[in-house]
């Protein structure tokens, strides 16, 4: 069946790093983009990062850019999101997931609609001395 | 970036209740609006994608409507099941941001 999941979460000092893994199964990998969306405790959701299929593109929030990189190996069926310079905020769940896509013609013209279909349970990471 | 607020943020109702949720972008994202639930401990579910297009599986108690800046989520009978929190989120920019969400909770 299609499934996300999510590993590499853990305890980090602050300033420290860490790797998140999310090993996919059940569909074609290659064909989807992919996000990181995370939650703090108690909080909403808090989109990350995106990465296109083939990883030639990126797009982080300002809260993370500059400190994760989200990268993809397709041949491995695994996204990653590499975290450095960790702080208390970035303390959270978080969650991997397949960005789909509806199709609309009118007229000739094409419109995109995207949405996050498939989710993974999450890894929690907490950034605590 | 564009701002999502969800209206209110939380509510309480009844088994049987028609439930209706607010979500309004900071300017106009045509119907490039997705609703999502969330269970405690749980992983969002997609809902409603293209601002009223049902996912496959959701009960058609669950519906979507509005473009633009404004949106609602209509839940027409709620259910014992659905007592949750739920999150618009915006699919017209790369950075897709959520709404902050509504709780909703049994009276």
């Known amino acids: 069946q299609v499934q996300l999941v999510e590993s590499g979460g853990g305890v980090v000092q602050p300033g420290r790093s860490l790797r998140l893994s999310c090993a996919a199964s059940?569909?074609?990998?290659?064909?989807?983009?992919m996000h990181w969306v995370r939650q703090a405790p108690g909080k909403g959701l808090e989109w990350v990062a995106v990465?296109?299929?083939?990883?030639?593109?990126?797009y982080y929030a300002d809260s993370v850019k500059g400190r994760f990189t989200i990268s993809r190996d397709n041949s491995k069926n695994t996204l990653y999101l590499q975290m450095n310079s960790l702080r208390a905020e970035d303390t959270a769940v978080y969650y991997c997931?397949?960005?789909?896509?509806?199709?609309?013609?009118?007229?000739?013209?094409?419109?995109?609609?995207?949405?996050?279909?498939?989710w993974g349970k999450g890894t929690t990471v907490t950034v605590s001395s | 970036d564009i701002q999502m607020t969800q209206s209110p943020s939380s509510l309480s109702a009844s088994v049987g209740d028609r439930v209706t949720i607010t979500c309004r972008a900071s300017?106009?994202?045509?119907?490039?609006l997705n609703w999502y639930q969330q269970k405690p401990g749980k992983a969002p579910k997609l809902l409603i994608y293209?601002?009223?297009s049902l996912q496959s599986g959701v009960p058609s108690r669950f519906s979507g409507s509005g473009s633009g800046t404004d949106f609602t989520l209509t839940i027409s009978s709620l259910q014992p099941e659905d007592f949750a929190t739920y999150y618009c989120?915006?699919?017209?920019?790369?950075?897709?941001?959520f709404g902050g969400g509504t709780k909703v909770e049994i009276k």
């Open positions: 989120q915006q699919s017209y920019s790369r950075g897709r941001t």
């Open positions: 293209a601002a009223s």
């Open positions: 059940g569909f074609t990998f290659s064909s989807y983009a």
């Open positions: 990465i296109s299929y083939d990883g030639s593109n990126k």
């Open positions: 997931a397949r960005d789909s896509e509806h199709i609309v013609v009118v007229t000739a013209t094409e419109y995109y609609y995207y949405y996050m279909d498939v």
């Open positions: 300017q106009s994202i045509s119907s490039y």
